[in-house]
């Protein structure tokens, strides 16, 4: 697998930013499938081969509360299974701004949605499609991954909610009623006053009202929390909003597990070998 730790200045937030990426290479080979030479080495063994405009699909994985864009790739095996299904990763780093342009001034939901796609595309092997492109989460990350599929239907094939309990919620009410009650300088911070969150910018719910109004199809959800998670019930709370809206998600609780990379870990394997639409080989012009 390849692995780069990428530094640039962000426009966006005029911030220097990192992002930790990885790249399936393990099966790449420069030799022509053809050539003879392929019976040197490792070479045999890879089964597709280095071309010119050759891209990945990619998915933008979104780190939890206190963690940065390198916590994912130490903490879980995310190399690997990207690996196995020949994918590329980018992780960036956010701090705790729940991946929202916040109220204190920093735009990371437009530095995620705008500005860091097309770094990553036009820097990296990366494919601009949608049907290519897929965002998953877990804990803060989770909330973040279910507010930019939802508030960007047009960028995203998928998304993958893993244990996001604080943050944008589709249950308008309850997310009102968080920020009102939970004692979390950084959401108020972020979020501002909850009495302007309904239709807001940061009410999921509301996005999905007008969507419904306007006959726009979100991307494929998946949403999993562990049954001894403490933010469990908060969880549900968003799996019974969508449920009421009418849309079509899939929704699992892993027995015994808890807020981990125990369950982190078993379900970033399973988004990757089971859930998300992938293609498992590179793209080629």
């Known amino acids: 697998m390849g692995l780069l730790r990428f530094s640039f200045r962000s426009e966006i937030l005029s911030l220097h930013s990192n992002i930790t990426v990885t790249f399936p290479t393990e099966n790449m080979t420069y030799y022509p499938l053809a050539d003879a030479k392929r019976e040197e080495g490792v070479a045999p063994r890879r089964q597709w081969e280095y071309r010119k405009d050759m891209k990945y699909q990619t998915v933008y994985v979104l780190h939890g509360g206190g963690d940065d864009d390198t916590c994912v790739v130490r903490k879980s095996n995310l190399e690997r299974y ?32 705008e500005e860091l796609p097309k770094v990553v595309q036009t820097l990296f092997p990366s494919s601009s499609e949608k049907e290519d492109n897929f965002v998953l989460g877990m804990a803060m990350g989770g909330n973040g991954a279910l507010a930019l599929g939802i508030k960007r239907p047009d960028l995203y094939a998928a998304c993958v909610d893993l244990s996001g309990g604080i943050g944008c919620s589709v249950d308008t009410d309850a997310f009102i009623e968080e920020l009102r009650t939970l004692k979390m300088e950084r959401l108020g911070a972020t979020f501002g006053d909850p009495d302007n969150i309904r239709d807001g910018e940061y009410d999921l719910g509301g996005y999905i009202r007008r969507y419904q109004a306007k006959g726009i199809t979100i991307p494929k959800l998946f949403l999993a929390v562990g049954e001894n998670d403490f933010i469990r019930d908060t969880v549900r709370r968003d799996r019974d909003a969508l449920r009421g809206y009418g849309i079509d998600f899939y929704y699992e609780e892993a027995e015994k597990h808890a807020h981990d990379w125990n369950f982190w870990d ?15 080989k590179p793209i080629y012009q």
């Open 82 to 113: 990207a690996e196995d299904n020949c994918v590329m990763t980018v992780t960036a780093q956010v701090n705790d701004s729940f991946f929202m342009d916040t109220q204190y001034g920093y735009k990371y939901f437009t530095y995620m949605t």
């Open 266 to 280: 078993i379900y970033i394997k399973k988004a990757l070998d089971e859930w998300l639409p992938l293609k498992k």
